[in-house]
């Protein structure tokens, strides 16, 4: 079955896991783009962990996939969804859906996982997998990856 992946990068991070993982699997692969804020450089970096620590959403703009199986792929700022994420899971339409969710960090995954299965109780969807991946290991995730596609 083909999984739509979605992902928001403000580094490049989950751009590069989200292209990874779609070689793996058959899949459709979507950006989820952040609207009318720059959060760019240092004083994005400030501005995106306030906006992320008092669950602040920016406006963003994606495609409505079809597939019932999503995998979402997401930063963690201050411990915390990013703005773009946010507004993403407010608005998407996960109903039925089954949700695989993989986070990438430069410190700690915080709550960043019961933070989203917290946004997506009003939803009618199933969360079926979590992986978390360090910045650091980004570029040599392959084999996290691969567990990861095991699970689906």
């Known amino acids: ?10 580094t490049g991070n989950c751009k590069e896991v ?8 058959d899949s459709n692969l979507y950006r989820i783009v952040g609207k009318n ?11 995106g962990g306030y906006y992320a620590l008092f669950n602040k959403e920016v406006e963003v703009n994606y495609y409505q996939g079809s597939s019932d199986i999503i995998c979402l792929i997401t930063p963690v700022w201050a411990g915390k969804i990013p703005p773009a994420i946010r507004k993403f899971i407010n608005s998407f339409n996960f109903n039925g859906k089954q949700i695989y969710l993989l986070a990438t960090m430069n410190g700690s995954e915080g709550n960043i996982f019961a933070s989203i299965e917290e946004v997506l109780e009003k939803s009618n969807t199933e969360i079926i997998g979590k992986t978390a991946i360090k910045a650091k290991q980004v570029k040599s995730c392959d084999n996290v990856l691969e567990q990861f596609c095991n699970q689906m």
């Not at 079955?1 to 990068?9: F, L």
């Not at 959060?39 to 501005?47: E, N």
């Open 1 to 10: 079955m083909k999984v739509d992946i979605y992902y928001y990068s403000r």
């Open 18 to 25: 989200a292209e990874r993982l779609s070689k793996r699997v």
């Open 37 to 47: 804020k720059n959060f760019k450089g240092v004083l994005g970096w400030i501005k």
